[in-house]
C-alpha cells in the first residue's frame, strides 16, 4: 500500500531564506505527483504537478522536482515570505486511483 | 483550470442529525469523485470512491451505511453523514476527476467544514 512521508513536520525560517521541503513514497509505480498548499481552516490550493514522465516543474518561487526511481521529491520555495506560511501537501497518484496525502509540513515565515 | 463546488461550506448541527454535503463539477464532466476527510491537524484521508451510476468504493473502516453516496449524475455527488455524533465532526473535501486528452487530473473542492454539537 502506498505510503508518503513528509519531512520535516514543521519549519520554521526567517523572512529571505531559500528552504526544501521534502516528501518521499513507498511505492514508485506513480502516475504524478502533485504538491498542494493549504491555510488554516481552508482548502487545498495546487501549486505543481509533476507527471511521472517528468522530472521537474516550475512556477515563479517554487519548483517541485520528482525522482521516481528513489520514490522522493523536493520542493524547493526561493527567498520565502511570511505569506509563504502555510501547511505544504505532498500527494501521489497511481493509475486509476485517487491521491494519497502526506501528513504535510507546516511553513512559518517570520519577517 | 476546472472548478469544483461544494455546499454547504460549513454546518453545525445537533447529534443524530444527518446532513449531506454536495460536489459539483462546474465546467467539466467527472465518471469518478473522491470523497475525503481532514481532522485537525492530520492530513487528509480517502474516505471512498464515487462512480456515476454504480455503487462507491470506500476504504477500509470507513462504514458504508453511515457515509452514504450517490453519484446520480456526471457533474453531481453527495455525502450523507447519518445519524451524525460528535465524532463526525471534520472537514469534508470532495475532488472529481477530469480526463483531457491523455492526462487526467484532480480537482479539488472548497471543503465542507462540519460541527456536531
Redesign the interface.
Known sequence: KQEVTQIPAALSVPEGENLVLNCSFTDSAIYNLQWFRQDPGKGLTSLLLIQSSQREQTSGRLNASLDKSSGRSTLYIAASQPGDSATYLCAVREAGTALIFGKGTTLSVSS | GAVVSQHPSRVICKSGTSVKIECRSLDFQATTM?W?RQFPK?????MA?SNEGSKATYEQGVEKDKFLINHASLTLSTLTVTSAHPEDSS?Y?C?AEDFNGD?D???????T?LTVL
Open positions: 473522491f475525503y492530520q492530513s487528509l484521508m480517502l470512491t472537514f473535501i475532488s492526462t487530473t484532480q480537482y479539488f473542492g472548497p471543503g467544514r
